[in-house]
C-alpha cells in the first residue's frame, strides 16, 4: 500500500481537531450564554461541527490503528480510503477553514468574553417586536383617524408607520443613525 494515506491521516486529523476545538468553543459560549434552548440553530450547529470533528478525528485514529496493525481490515480499509486524492481536496479545504475559525476566534477576544456570537439572536427578536408594534400602533391610528374622517390625522400616521416600517430593510448603521439624529433633535 502506498504512504498517500498519510496526508488523508494528517488532513483529517486537522479537521477533526480543528472542528472539535470549534464545537467545544461554541458550547462554551452556548452554556455560559445560557443559550442553549433558546437559540437552536447554534445548539444544532455545534453539535453538528462536533459529529463532524469527531467522525474525522475516528477516520484518522482508524487509518493510524490501521498502520500500526490494529482494526484489521478496518484499519486497512480507511487507510485506502485515506489515499484517495479526491477527498484530500475537500479535506484540505476544510482543514484550513476549521484553523482559519479558531485562529479568528482566539485573536478576537472579545467575541469569547461576551455573549457577542449568540447576541444576533436576541437583538433581532427585539428589533422585529419593536419595529412591528411601532408600525401596527401607526397603522391601526390610521384606521382611526379615517373612520373619524379626519383624513389629515390618517395621512400622518400612515406616513409615520411607513416611515417606522422602512426600519425592517434599513442598513444598522442608517437606523442607529436616524434614531440619534432624531434623539438629537428631541432635545
Not at 7 to 22: D, E, K, M, Q, S
Not at 158 to 178: D, F, M, N, T, Y
Request: charged fraction near 20%; hydrophobic fraction near 45%; proline fraction near 2%.
Amino acid at each position: 500500500m502506498s504512504d498517500g494515506w498519510v496526508l488523508g491521516f494528517a488532513l483529517n486529523a486537522v479537521v477533526g481537531a480543528a472542528f472539535l476545538t470549534i464545537s467545544l468553543m461554541l458550547a462554551v459560549q452556548l452554556t455560559r450564554s445560557r443559550q442553549w434552548g433558546l437559540n437552536r440553530i447554534g445548539s444544532y450547529f455545534t453539535v453538528l461541527v462536533g459529529l463532524c470533528g469527531a467522525g474525522h478525528a475516528m477516520r484518522a485514529g482508524i487509518g493510524l490503528g490501521g498502520a500500526l496493525g490494529f482494526f484489521g481490515t478496518a484499519g486497512t480499509g480507511t487507510q485506502l480510503m485515506l489515499a484517495d486524492w479526491h477527498l484530500w481536496i475537500p479535506d484540505a479545504l476544510a482543514a484550513a477553514s476549521g484553523v482559519f475559525y479558531v485562529i479568528a476566534r482566539v485573536q478576537d477576544r472579545d467575541i469569547l468574553s461576551t455573549t457577542r456570537a449568540f447576541e444576533d439572536v436576541r437583538s433581532r427578536r427585539r428589533k422585529a417586536i419593536s419595529v412591528h408594534d411601532g408600525v401596527t400602533q401607526k397603522l391601526l391610528a390610521s384606521k382611526i383617524a379615517l373612520e373619524q374622517g379626519n383624513r389629515t390625522a390618517a395621512r400622518e400616521a400612515l406616513h409615520e408607520g411607513l416611515e417606522a416600517s422602512k426600519q425592517i430593510v434599513s442598513p444598522p448603521e442608517r437606523v442607529a443613525g436616524r434614531r440619534g439624529s432624531e434623539q438629537e433633535d428631541a432635545a
